[in-house]
C-alpha cells in the first residue's frame, strides 16, 4: 500500500515539475532580458501576469522538489529517478504539442531526448549510488 | 552564450547537490542543535547554489526552448558520476558509465538546436 502511495507522489512530482518548467517557459520568453530590466521598470512595461506565472512556476518546483521527497519515504531511489525521467518526455511533448509554444517536433530532438531517457533508465537499473543528484532545477 | 549558461546552471545544481551532502554529513558527525545546524556554512552554500541555479536557469528559457533545454538537464547526472568517480572515489560499474554514454549522446544531438 504505501508503494501505491510513493509512486502517486512520484507521478504528483513529474506533473508538477513538468508545469513548473512550461510555466516559467511561457513567461519569461514574455519578460524583459536582464540588459533590459532597468528600461522596463522605468517605463513600467512589465507584463505581470508573465511575472505571476514566473513565481507560480517557481512555487510549482518547490512543491514538486517536497512531493519528491515525500515519494522517496517509500521508492527506492532508482526507481524515483527513472520516474523522473518521464517528464523529459512530457515536456517535450507538452512544448511540441501545445499551441502557445511553437517548439516543432522534429527526428533529431525525439532522438535526443529518448537517448536521455534511456541513459537515465540505465543510469538507475541497479542499486544506484546515493550520491544520484535530484535533477535541478 | 545559451549552452554556457544552462552548464552553469548544471554546475551551480551539482555544487549546491555537493554541499547539500556535506552539510548532512558534517550533522552526522557531530549531533547539534537545530540552531547550530543552520549555521553550518555548507547549508548556505547548497542554498546559494541552488538559488543562484534557478535564476540563471530562468535566463536560459528566455532563450532556449524549454522542450530541448529541460531534458539537457540530465547533464547532471553525468557530473555528479564523475565527482563521485573522482573525487570521492565511489566505485561506478559499467552499466552506470553506458547510462552516462547514452545522456551524454542525447545532449549533444539536443545542443544542436541550443
Redesign the interface.
Known sequence: MSRAKGLTFAMGSVALVSAA??G??WS??R?P??SQWLDALSSGGIDYVALGV?LAG?FA?ALSMLCWLLALRDLPLSRAYSLL?I??AL??????GLPW?H?PF?L??S????????????????S??A??????? | MSLLLLLL?CGL??L??VAQ?FAVESWRDRPSSALQKLRSGWLWLALFS?GL??LV???V??RM????A?????L??V???L??HFV?R?H??R??W?????????????S??A
Open positions: 518548467q512550461l516559467m517557459r519569461m520568453t519578460l532580458e536582464p514566473v517557481i518546483y525521467s517528464s523529459y515536456v517535450y511533448l507538452l512544448a511540441a509554444f517548439e522534429t533529431s530532438k532522438l535526443g531526448v529518448a537517448l536521455v531517457i534511456l541513459g537515465v533508465i540505465t543510469i538507475n537499473s541497479r544506484a549510488p550520491t544520484s543528484p535530484r535533477n535541478t532545477p | 546552471a545544481t551539482c549546491g547537490q551532502k541552488l541555479g534557478l536557469w530562468l535566463l528559457l528566455q526552448e524549454v522542450g530541448v529541460y531534458p539537457m538537464l540530465s547532471n547526472f557530473l555528479v558520476t565527482i563521485a570521492f565511489e561506478i560499474d552499466r552506470h553506458l547510462g552516462v554514454a547514452l545522456v551524454i549522446a542525447g545532449v549533444l544531438l539536443l544542436r538546436h
